[in-house]
C-alpha cells in the first residue's frame, strides 16, 4: 500500500514537470512568434506616451476616427488596425526595423487648408514614414522634450523621411524659434487654401462639435453696422496668412518653405504632389496613378493608402457641406483679407488666385 501510494506520488510528480515544461516552452514559443510579427518592440515607448498620445494628443482625430469605417482621416494608429490582417501584419513588420528620428519635415499649416489630405497622400510614398496623429509638440507639449517628440515617430530606415502634421504651428508665435532650435533645416510645408472657404470650413467644424453656436454672421463681425471684421476670433485670425508668415520668415528662408494650394491639391493632386515630392528631395513615385475622383465623396482619393490594399477616402469630417453663409458677408470678409492675400503673393512669389 505504502509504496503503490510512493509510486503513484512520482508518477504524479514526473507528469507535473512534464506539464511545467510543456507549458514554458509554449509560453517560450509564443513570445518568439509574437516578436517574428513585431509586436516586441525591444525599446517600448513609456505607458505615458502610448496613452496620452491616443487619449490626448489626438483626441480630436481619434473621435472623428472612431465611428469611421474605411477612412484615411484621422490618427494612422488606430487608422491600422483597420487593416486587413496582412495589411496589419505588414505594418507591424515595417514598425519594428530601423530608428526613431525626429521629423526632417513638417506640415505646419494651415488649419483646415487640406493638411490631412496630404500627408495621406505623402504616406504612399516608400521613403516617407509619418505619424498619423498630430503631436502638437511646438505648440502645447514643448515642456516634454524633444526625447518625448522623437519617441512619437515611427521607426525610419536610411534614406526615408520623417514627418508629422500640427497645422496649429504656423499660427503659433513660439513655434518658429522652436523648430529652429530643433534644427535649421527642417522643411516646412503650408497648405494654403482661400482663407474666406477656410473660416467657413473652420466654422463647420467648430459648429459639428457644438450645434448651439451663434451664426457665421454673428461671429465674424465686431461691428456688423460697421462691417468691421473680429480678428480675435480665431476662424478670421488663422487667414491672415501673411501676418504669421512673417513670424516664420524670422527664423527660416523663404527657401525652406513649401507653399502648397489647397485648391490645387483637390483639382490637381497629382501635380501639387509632384511639386511636394521634389521640396522634399524624394523621387516622384506618387502620381496620377495613386488617384481617382470619388464622385460621391466629391474629392480625389487613393487608390492603394499606406498598408492597404484597397481605394480610401478621407473621412465624413473632411468634405462637410458648409453651411450657407449670407453673400455680403463673404464679400466684405473677402475684401478684408484682398491686402493680405496679395502681401502673401508677393513674399512667395505665387499667386493663388483667390479674388
Ligand atoms: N482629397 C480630399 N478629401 C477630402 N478633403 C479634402 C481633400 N483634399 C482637400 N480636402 C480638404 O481638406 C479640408 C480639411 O483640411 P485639413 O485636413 O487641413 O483639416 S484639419 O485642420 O486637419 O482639421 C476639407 O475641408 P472641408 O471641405 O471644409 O471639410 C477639404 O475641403
Not at 510543456?22 to 505615458?48: E, I, K, N, Q, R
Not at 482625430?61 to 486587413?84: C, F, I, P, Y
Not at 457665421?216 to 471684421?229: E, Y
Amino acid at each position: 500500500m505504502g509504496c503503490w501510494t510512493t509510486g503513484f506520488s512520482f508518477g504524479h510528480l514526473r507528469a507535473q514537470s512534464r506539464v511545467s515544461v510543456f507549458l514554458t516552452m509554449l509560453l517560450l514559443f509564443t513570445y518568439v512568434f509574437y516578436c517574428l510579427t513585431g509586436c516586441c518592440d525591444l525599446t517600448p515607448s513609456p505607458l505615458y506616451e502610448r496613452q496620452t498620445f491616443r487619449n490626448k494628443l489626438s483626441s480630436e482625430e481619434l473621435r472623428g476616427n472612431a465611428s469611421r469605417q474605411g477612412s484615411v482621416d484621422g490618427a494612422a494608429e488606430e487608422e491600422d488596425t483597420k487593416h486587413a490582417p496582412s495589411d496589419s501584419s505588414n505594418l507591424s513588420m515595417a514598425n519594428s526595423f530601423g530608428s526613431k528620428e525626429l521629423p526632417q519635415a513638417i506640415i505646419i499649416g494651415v488649419k483646415k487648408g487640406g493638411t490631412r489630405a496630404l500627408l495621406e497622400f505623402l504616406r504612399v510614398h516608400p521613403d516617407v514614414r509619418a505619424v498619423g496623429a498630430e503631436p502638437h509638440f511646438f505648440d502645447r507639449f514643448y515642456d516634454k522634450g524633444l526625447e518625448w517628440y522623437r519617441n512619437l515617430m515611427p521607426r525610419t530606415l536610411e534614406g526615408q523621411i520623417t514627418m508629422e502634421k500640427t497645422p496649429s504651428y504656423f499660427v503659433t508665435r513660439e513655434a518658429p524659434a522652436r523648430v529652429f532650435a530643433m534644427s535649421r533645416h527642417t522643411k516646412l510645408i503650408v497648405v494654403v487654401r482661400d482663407p474666406v472657404t477656410r473660416a467657413v470650413s473652420d466654422y463647420t467644424q467648430t459648429l459639428s462639435k457644438n450645434p448651439g453656436l451663434p451664426s457665421f454672421q454673428n461671429l465674424v463681425f465686431k461691428n456688423s453696422t460697421t462691417g468691421l471684421i473680429d480678428t480675435s476670433w480665431s476662424a478670421v485670425r488663422i487667414g491672415i496668412y501673411a501676418k504669421h508668415l512673417e513670424n516664420w520668415l524670422r527664423y527660416f528662408p523663404l527657401s525652406r518653405l513649401l507653399f502648397v494650394s489647397g485648391e490645387r491639391l483637390v483639382t490637381d493632386p497629382a501635380g501639387e504632389m509632384g511639386r511636394v515630392q521634389d521640396f522634399l528631395g524624394l523621387k516622384r513615385v506618387v502620381t496620377n496613378k495613386h488617384f481617382y475622383f470619388n464622385q460621391t465623396k466629391g474629392f480625389p482619393c487613393l487608390k492603394k493608402p499606406e498598408g492597404s490594399s484597397r481605394p480610401r477616402c478621407l473621412g465624413k469630417s473632411k468634405g462637410r457641406a458648409h453651411p450657407q453663409i449670407p453673400s455680403e458677408v463673404l464679400l466684405r470678409l473677402r475684401d478684408f483679407y484682398r491686402p493680405f492675400n496679395l502681401k502673401l503673393y508677393q513674399m512667395t512669389g505665387q499667386n493663388f488666385g483667390w479674388e
